[in-house]
């Protein structure tokens, strides 16, 4: 890397940064683009081309650090014909527009490549980019600019004693506050007149009718204040309510910028595969393979489809579909599943289904749970409140009208529904959201919607996978069992281990740990059984039970963590390998089986049982062998039984039951692994902490109470005064900020106590 | 006292600019001026390299 | 299609860090004079073109207009076409902005120090220079404009935001501050009267404190900070909402300068609250460009151009904190009229804007000659002494301060004033000489610059510019292939700057309107009436002067004001005063009761020699008001534009002016002499006899009368 960057003058950015980007030592392999060649790949890749430019943004997830911005930005400088490359770093983004008669699409994905940053490749990931909105926004920023102008020229009156602001002046600053309002009521209040008026046409009371309701009456009375009375208006306190209530919304509703939560199978599949047509080979779109076609598939490659082996050493990485723990070697003639990632040497493979056919892509099609809509209980209290408030309002009204105190009477009317809008009770439980999931975010749960929240809050039942979730995937505990072995004979297995691609045996001699190797006579690697070989005049095997010493008792063949040690006749031990847990899940466990009934679903074999349950202590549910459909079935069950279950998985095997269970969390290792469609995705770093994060939602529940209570009492003590009549449009004014900000405040404080035990997680 | 109309005038004057201002801070939202804020107080510190002179 | 090539003009950018450098000492060489004449009055020389009165405003002009302006327009032409990928717009733009600026600091030099002066504080210069400026400014802004316009980076740098906000605020203020009535070549009158044009003159003076002094500051912290250490800035978000903050605040913090003044209370209280409001977003500020340097403060240890950054930035801090204690008016009592003003302005204009700039031509002219600093030490030996002169500066201005207040509010036991205020001079002197002491010594500190720079310029190569390449714009950037939304994303910009025009236009027209609302204006006094014509040409001898410069003409209802000048002053008192002559510094006593309390007598005498009256007075003699004579031709055009201006002056009397003028000046020359004094009734001292003995005594011929 260094000499590309130093051909072309680039050698600075190394005072910026360390490591940027990853480590691309590896050449990829020249082909591996050649399908970027495809007009049909190329088009649906893109964002925009004319004759001579083309436009297209790829998502590079790798980017960490401003080296990796330097470098991006400068790919021009790498590739004749990039002309501009435009990083968003938030989003990982890098916008690239290159000259068509320069370079290709390939070239620069090519040239991507080799510095680091290959681009994140998928067909959905164009469909995915949105227009931004930003009317809310807009919205906000008219709506808190008016306010506060108009609350400061209200000031005057405020603050002046008896009628010391002269005539002029003080009619002159209410007509600019008329003026301000405008914009307010016409503009930023449309989204809560429209949801008014669709609600009363459907005869459902919801929150924005009395939100609606407010502002329409506070900006009606205050035109009639301004132009028949010549008193004080309100519009200080209507535009608070827009403002606050807008905020409010935009607090809800913000969501992860650059985490997908609902990703389809397309995503995880690669884009196109080498198919051997005739003698040739050639790029194919996955969508359009066909049965019996042969394809290539390289190492760390995903496959993409159901196929038969037919050439070449297969040892499939099945753990993110199936869950097993470790990879399999397949024979030649046996079916691989789509979604294995081969570990190896270049294999060919006879399709048999088509990708979107696939038993795995099955399980995405699969039903998902049925939406609860958790705002409804909240709605349905609210909308008492505002019967409550709007009889009582009438009420007093009446009151008034029958004394003939018609003053007082629209005093009351107009005042009380400021004071008792039930905006801070929306607000109360909108904030409390923003805070926990702003909270969760930095502790390494990143949840799609704040609904999810109250959903966390209400979990009995939690179901972990295995492989990826609890356990860290790609490592293994070597222990060995049996005679302790001498120096040389460590030696001897270690190079004979080093000749084998099975991850046991690389496993094995990765833990070994053995610098001086011996040079290997001969060897000979047996798939599904072990390796034997001649070092030394030594002959030494390693594999199955039954490899080394057939007549020995059969293993029980699902147990194939054990790797057997034979040495000129000898068995010495046994290597017996285990899942490596993730630091602190003991503990977790421990505390999760104190206060939620606790199961694991493992796709892998029962290898693990008894450390399992070991750790889980009795009465927790372990069952191995899942399939997706099993775990998919045990989710519903416990639902049928009536308890809100939580998923914790990784991989696509999870897929079916992280959409059906009550919350489903995916577990991301790394900044740009793939993970299924779920309610929250939870950083491998932070997995340990999962059960303090669901009390933490918990206590949420008790933010939004104590807040909600808090806004009662105000509008108690509102409502005090303004069903008397009483209410100046100061202590409106008043009120309804001072309101909104003591709520505010009092859930960021109060999440902020919670959650004061939830570790920040270091990005 | 009418003499205070001229505060009319202020208060006027001061909205309209903080108006234009607020158009200004629309537009440079739309614009997307804000989607990233880790990239631009990095890329004032990227020196163009210089062909003339060394460094 | 290829990347385009341009290059940045460092030829510019030196020219107004030349300019910068140059005005600096120029500046602060006028000020250091200014300091020291209060300790010595001997140093005025006798002269009326070097007298405190004329010297100050020098000063003032020198360091805001010149030292500080050159410095906005150095870091404005080295920074924006590097942030925005392109050269400025026009070069014969840049050149104009260049040249023209300094002609006006000349012009400025030559009609202060000659007497041409408007007597607003920061706006004294008359209106064809005024002229010049705004001409010179929009050239400036549509440079910008067209700089922005034409860029290559999409994003807008904070710093830009800051350049630009300081633009069209500075554009609207000073139109709508400098609407006079041009009453000869060199001779103005305000539009506006006493208590309008107080609030004007306040609502310009702070907001060019804030986006004159500040703003463009704060841009250029936000680029030489991070250039400088090599480091993003702390938090781009925080920059961002500091920006917005401070645009949308500042505005509106202007009346915090009227407190206890004749200001409606409800005013005072809306400035209050809303300078208060400004320290939150000042310290976002503060903070993002401190926490920039957290964990290289190694860096600082060794890096004079950090060292000054940072020290601005804290005196920074230091100002926007004390600037919103010092609109409480609790605190505002004691500090207004007072030393801590000015200990206040200095500590924001020798830390924060003085520093700043030091540490950006430290940076910038090694950068721009190719090689590095002379001297590190000098530079750092610099940063000491600055540091020392910055607190010898304030203390004693503090200090001096608090004495004044102690000893103008003691009462003996007997309920009298304890001390005339010229015991109060007296004590204060020393701290006087103590402070032109300090600020002789960061001027020291200005030299050391100057000679680190020369000798660095001289052992370098300048270069006259910086080769760069980028790609053009995209159209249709955002939106996927929707080719019509490059339109209004690129009409915007126009838009803004089209809308930029449009307000100052209104603001002009708008101000029409107050020529209308003072012609229905009713005298709340109905014995105030506007001032004789030989009172107007004391007027504007006394503006001419500089007399507003150590003389207030507002008193405060506090019971030791009221006791020691005379009933407190009423907005309507000051309804024809065009302009204002408020004050806002007492280094002589208030002089809005000044009429009546002192026979004619003493004030020929005091003019003449002040110490003759007052015994260990400040205050320079005025010999020349005893040699020149009064203008008596230009008192019709005087009569005829303050009627214009809505001074009831019947129509027609033009015809007796110039009797009644010498009327009343052969009054005051007859009961001078019976004081065996002299002077013909033509000399300019009669007519400021004539205008001293009328202050404040209009209210009293209201009661006399009742």
């Known amino acids: 890397m260094y000499e590309i960057l130093n051909e072309n003058d680039l050698c600075t950015y190394y005072e910026l940064n360390q490591h940027p980007g990853s480590q ?542 034979w040495i000129d006749g000898i068995v010495p031990g046994v290597f017996e390998l285990e899942n490596v847990y993730r630091p602190g899940l003991t503990t977790m466990l421990q505390s999760i089986r104190k206060k939620f009934n606790l199961s694991i679903l493992s796709g892998d074999n029962n290898a693990e049982y008894d450390r399992l349950a070991n750790m889980t202590g009795p009465g927790t549910d372990i069952f191995f062998n899942q399939s997706p459909e099993d775990k998919y079935n045990y989710v519903t069950q416990l639902q049928t039984s009536g308890t809100e279950v939580l998923m914790a998985g990784d991989g696509l095997n999870d897929a079916g039951a992280l959409r059906k269970s009550d919350v489903g969390i995916a577990v991301m290792e790394g900044n740009n692994s793939f993970t299924p469609a779920s309610d929250g995705i939870i950083s491998a770093a932070a997995f340990t902490s999962l059960d303090e994060m669901l009390t933490f939602s918990r206590n949420a529940a008790r933010v939004i109470t104590i807040s909600f209570v808090v806004s009662v009492l105000y509008n108690i003590i509102g409502l005090y005064f303004a069903l008397q009549g009483l209410l100046a449009p100061v202590i409106a004014a008043i009120l309804m900020p001072a309101s909104t900000i003591s709520i505010v405040l009092i859930t960021f404080l109060m999440s902020e106590w919670y959650g004061r035990r939830l570790k920040r997680l270091k990005r | 006292m009418t003499f205070m109309s001229i505060i009319i005038i202020t208060a006027i004057a001061s909205l309209l600019i903080a108006g234009v201002f607020l158009a200004a801070l629309i537009w440079s939202i739309r614009d997307g001026q804000y989607d990233d804020d880790f990239a631009p107080p990095n890329r004032i510190l990227f020196d163009d390299p210089k062909k003339t002179n060394n460094k | 299609m290829e990347l385009e090539k341009f290059s940045y003009d460092n030829k510019i950018p030196k020219l107004f860090a030349i300019a910068t450098i140059t005005w600096g000492v120029v500046g602060m060489l006028v000020g250091v004079l200014a300091a020291f004449q209060l300790a010595f009055p001997v140093l005025n020389f006798g002269l009326e073109f070097t007298t405190f009165g004329r010297v100050r405003p020098l000063h003032t002009n020198a360091v805001i207009f010149a030292f500080v302006g050159n410095a906005i327009f150095t870091a404005v032409y080295y920074s924006m076409p590097r942030l925005l990928k392109t050269p400025m717009w026009s070069n014969a733009l840049s050149k104009i902005h260049f040249w023209g600026w300094q002609l006006i600091i000349v012009a400025a030099a030559v009609t202060l120090l000659s007497g041409f002066t408007t007597s607003k504080e920061y706006a004294e210069l008359e209106w064809p220079i005024d002229i010049a400026i705004t001409l010179v400014w929009v050239v400036f802004g549509v440079n910008m404009m067209g700089t922005i316009l034409t860029r290559r980076e999409r994003h807008l740098y904070v710093a830009i935001w800051f350049y630009l906000a300081s633009w069209v605020t500075v554009a609207l203020l000073h139109v709508v501050n400098s609407f006079e009535l041009p009453l000869s070549a060199l001779k103005s009158y305000s539009w506006y009267a006493g208590v309008q044009d107080a609030l004007v003159q306040w609502w310009y003076g702070h907001n060019a404190v804030a986006f004159f002094l500040t703003t463009p500051f704060l841009g250029m912290m936000y680029y030489f900070l991070p250039k400088a250490a090599n480091r993003p800035i702390y938090s781009y978000r925080l920059s961002i909402v500091h920006f917005w903050s401070l645009i949308f605040i500042y505005i509106w913090a202007g009346p915090h300068h009227l407190l206890y003044t004749a200001l409606p209370e409800w005013a005072q209280s809306l400035g209050t609250t809303l300078s208060l409001m400004l320290l939150l977003p000042s310290w976002g500020g503060m903070l993002n460009g401190l926490f920039t340097l957290r964990g290289a403060w190694d860096k600082v240890r060794e890096d004079p151009v950090l060292k000054f950054i940072v020290v601005a930035v804290i005196c920074y801090g230091m100002a926007t904190f004390e600037g919103p204690m010092l609109s409480l008016k609790n605190v505002n009592a004691i500090s207004h009229y007072s030393d801590w003003t000015v200990a206040h302005v200095h500590i924001g204009a020798l830390g924060w804007n003085g520093f700043l700039t030091f540490g950006m031509m430290y940076w910038l002219i090694p950068k721009m000659f190719n090689t590095n600093l002379y001297s590190r030490k000098l530079a750092s030996t610099h940063f000491l002494i ?38 109060v001079v007296q004590s204060i002197v020393p701290f006087y000489a103590l402070r032109a002491i300090g600020g002789s010594i960061y001027l020291i500190g200005v030299f050391l610059l100057v000679y680190n720079l020369v000798k660095t310029a001289k052992q370098g190569k300048f270069v006259e510019s910086e080769e760069a390449s980028a790609a053009p714009l995209t159209k249709g950037y955002k939106a996927p292939a929707k080719a019509h939304w490059h339109e209004k994303i690129e009409r915007k910009p126009v838009m803004l700057l089209v809308l930029s025009f449009i307000v100052v236009g209104i603001g002009g027209l708008v101000e029409m309107v107050p020529t209308f609302l003072i012609k229905e204006n009713v005298p709340t006094i109905a014995s105030v009436k506007p001032y004789t014509p030989l009172e107007l040409h004391g007027r504007d001898i006394y503006i001419r002067e500089g007399c507003n410069n150590c003389h207030t003409q507002m008193i405060r209802p506090f019971r030791y004001e009221v006791a020691r000048y005379g009933e407190y002053s009423k907005a309507g008192e000051s309804v024809y005063d065009h302009p204002h002559l408020w004050g806002s510094k007492r280094t002589g006593p208030d002089l809005a009761r000044i009429g009546g309390k002192y026979p004619d007598s003493w004030h020929f005498n005091h003019m003449l020699e002040p110490t003759s009256m007052a015994p260990g007075s400040v205050m320079p003699p005025y010999p020349w008001l005893f040699e020149k004579t009064i203008n008596i031709g230009a008192t019709n055009s005087k009569i005829h534009a303050m009627r214009k201006l809505g001074v009831p002056y019947e129509n027609g009397y033009e015809a007796e002016a110039v009797n009644d003028l010498k009327k009343q000046a052969e009054k005051i020359t007859a009961s001078l002499e019976k004081e065996k004094i002299k002077i013909p009734s033509d000399k300019e001292i009669v007519a400021l006899i004539a205008y001293l003995q009328r202050l404040g005594t209009d209210i009293k011929a209201e009661k006399t009368s009742k």
């Not at chain 1, 394809?295 to 579909?321: C, H, M, N, R, T």
């Open chain 1, 24 to 565: 691309q030592l590896q050449q990829k392999r020249k082909n591996k683009f050649a399908y970027l060649d495809k007009e049909e790949v190329v088009s649906q890749l893109i964002a925009f081309a004319d004759d001579q430019q083309v436009h297209v943004t790829f998502s590079v997830p790798q980017m960490h650090c401003s080296s990796c911005l330097w470098l991006l930005e400068h790919l021009g400088s790498l590739q004749k014909g990039i002309l501009t490359a435009r990083v968003n770093f938030v989003q990982k983004e890098v916008f690239v527009v290159y000259d068509k008669n320069q370079t290709t699409l390939r070239e620069v994905v090519e040239t991507m490549s080799a510095i680091g940053y290959e681009p994140y490749l998928s067909m959905s990931a164009g469909k995915r980019r949105k227009p931004k909105n930003y009317s809310r926004i807009t919205q906000i920023s008219i709506a808190g600019f008016c306010f506060a102008n108009i609350m400061m020229l209200s000031l005057p009156e405020y603050f002046s004693v008896s009628n010391y602001l002269q005539e002029k002046t003080g009619t002159a600053f209410r007509y600019i506050g008329l003026v301000l309002a405008l914009p307010v009521f016409f503009y930023c209040s449309r989204e809560f007149f429209a949801n008014a008026y669709s609600s009363i046409k459907t005869k459902y009371l919801n929150i924005d009718t009395s939100i609606a309701l407010a502002i329409l009456l506070t900006f009606v009375r205050s035109l009639y204040n301004l132009f028949v009375l010549d008193g004080n208006t309100y519009f200080d306190s209507m535009s608070g309510i827009v403002f606050f209530m807008l905020v409010g919304r935009w607090a809800q509703d913000r969501t992860q910028q650059s985490l997908v939560f609902d990703r389809d199978y397309k995503s995880f599949f690669p884009i196109a595969v080498n198919v051997k047509r005739n003698e040739s080979v050639e790029a194919a779109l996955i969508g359009d393979l066909k049965e019996k076609d042969i394809i290539e598939v390289y190492d760390q490659e995903i496959i993409p489809a159901d196929a038969v082996l037919a050439k070449g050493k297969a040892v499939i990485d099945y753990s993110f579909v199936t869950g097993e723990s470790i990879p399999r070697q397949i024979e030649p003639g046996s079916l691989i599943y789509a979604g294995g990632k081969q570990l190896g040497e270049r294999i060919e493979l006879m399709v048999l289904k088509k990708s979107d056919q696939g038993y795995l892509t099955n399980l995405w099609n699969k039903e998902g749970r049925s939406n609860t809509d958790n705002r409804k209980l909240l709605h349905r209290i609210s909308n008492y409140f505002t019967l409550i408030v709007f009889a009582l309002t009438f009420a007093s009204a009446l009151f008034w009208l029958i004394k003939g105190e018609y003053n007082t009477m629209w005093n009351a009317l107009t005042t009380t529904l400021i004071v008792a809008c039930p905006c801070a009770l929306l607000l109360a439980s909108t904030f409390t959201n923003g805070n926990v999931m702003r909270i969760l975010s930095r502790s390494g749960l990143y949840l799609k919607n704040a609904d999810i929240i109250t959903n966390m809050a209400r979990i009995k039942h939690i179901v972990l996978d295995k492989t990826g979730t609890i356990t860290l995937n790609k490592n293994f505990n070597v222990s060995y069992k049996g005679k302790p072995l001498t120096d040389y004979e460590k030696r001897l297995v270690a190079s004979l281990s080093r000749h084998s691609t099975h991850p046991l045996s690389k496993a094995i001699y990765g833990h070994l740990k053995m610098k001086q190797l011996v040079a290997v006579d001969s060897f000979s690697n047996l798939p599904g059984k072990g390796i034997e070989g001649w070092i030394d005049d030594h002959h030494i095997k390693t594999g199955s039970r039954e490899f080394v010493q057939p007549a020995s008792a059969n293993e029980n063949p699902s147990n194939t963590s054990r790797v057997f040690i």
């Open chain 3, 386 to 423: 600055g540091t020392l002169g910055i607190v010898l500066y304030a203390v004693p201005m503090y200090w001096a301060a608090f004495r004044t207040y102690f000893m103008m509010t003691a009462f003996t036991p007997e309920g009298q004033l304890q001390y005339q205020f010229i015991d």
